[in-house]
């Protein structure tokens, strides 16, 4: 079975940082791209940032600039560096693995449970 269970959620001021890590467990042959995603009460799940497994990244552009996504493949985690929080940074932040390798032909779409962010003074 395989998990993914995000950390490093918290209470942060405006202007502060937080690092999100994503760890990865369970049978896995490999991890494919992987996502942070953001989610406040009644809105939509929204794609914060992207990294391939060759280390390529994208950003949502309200984050650009503020936020930076990287992975350590030898230890099956993925971070997500947030400096400059402002309060509409406050959300559940969700890591997603659309396509983990769990045997030779079987992908796998899994979530975390996510973890809660609050921006505030």
């Known amino acids: 079975q395989v998990q993914l269970v995000e950390s490093g959620g918290g209470l942060v001021q405006p202007g502060g940082s937080l690092r999100l890590s994503c760890a990865a467990s369970?049978?896995?042959?490999?991890?494919?791209?992987v996502n942070w995603y953001r989610q406040t009460p009644g809105k939509q799940r929204e794609l914060v940032a992207t990294i391939t497994n060759g280390g390529s990244t994208n950003y949502a552009d309200s984050v650009k600039g503020r936020f930076t996504i990287s992975r350590d493949n030898a230890k099956n985690t993925v971070y997500l560096q947030m400096n400059s929080l402002k309060p509409e940074d406050t959300a559940v932040y969700y890591c997603?693995?659309?396509?983990?390798?769990?045997?030779?032909?079987?992908?796998?779409?899994?979530w975390g449970q996510g973890t809660q962010v609050t921006v505030s003074s």
């Open positions: 997603n693995a659309p396509a983990v390798r769990v045997a030779v032909y079987l992908y796998k779409n899994y």
């Open positions: 369970g049978s896995i042959l490999s991890i494919g791209a």
